[in-house]
């Protein structure tokens, strides 16, 4: 098993989701070590964070982009943007401390069912 780690996230949340094969797909074909992030996070609001803080799944997923070598992202387009499971995920984690992105590598893919494959998502 490689030392290198790779975080896939898939902006669909669907079982059989396109966007999840192809991270795992892109995990396999790296020959890291691969593991998967859940973006089934609570919706952002402001109120729920002054409260009580950054919740705990959020937390997870930032923990584990500050440790992973590189993380792949693949999202499906959504009327002409990223889904907004994704961007959800992403607005909760700029609101962590620290910076779990710097530096760290990303590649963003995606696939969709319209003729521009996703060019608009990303
Ligand atoms: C709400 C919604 C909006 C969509 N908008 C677009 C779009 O703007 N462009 C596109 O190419 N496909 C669009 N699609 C189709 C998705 O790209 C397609 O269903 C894709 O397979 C979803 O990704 P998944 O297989 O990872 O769940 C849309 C699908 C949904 C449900």
Do not use: C, H
């Not at 790296?30 to 952002?44: C, H, I, M, R, T």
């Not at 109120?47 to 705990?56: K, Q, R």
């Not at 889904?83 to 696939?111: H, M, Y």
């Amino acid at each position: 098993m490689s030392d290198f780690s790779l975080l896939g996230i898939s902006g669909s949340l669907r079982k059989e989701s396109f966007n999840r094969k192809l991270i795992r797909e892109a995990g396999r074909l790296s020959g890291a070590a691969f593991s998967e992030a859940d973006l089934n996070v609570p919706l952002y609001d402001g109120d729920v964070e002054e409260a009580d803080g950054i919740p705990a799944s959020v937390q997870t997923l930032a923990d584990q982009i500050a440790a992973a070598d590189a993380v792949v992202i693949s999202t499906p387009e959504y009327n002409q943007a990223l889904s907004g499971v994704l961007k959800n995920a992403l607005d909760w984690v700029s609101r962590t401390d620290g910076n779990p992105w710097k530096d760290k590598p990303v590649a963003i893919i995606s696939a969709a069912a319209g003729r521009t494959g996703g060019a608009r998502a990303t």
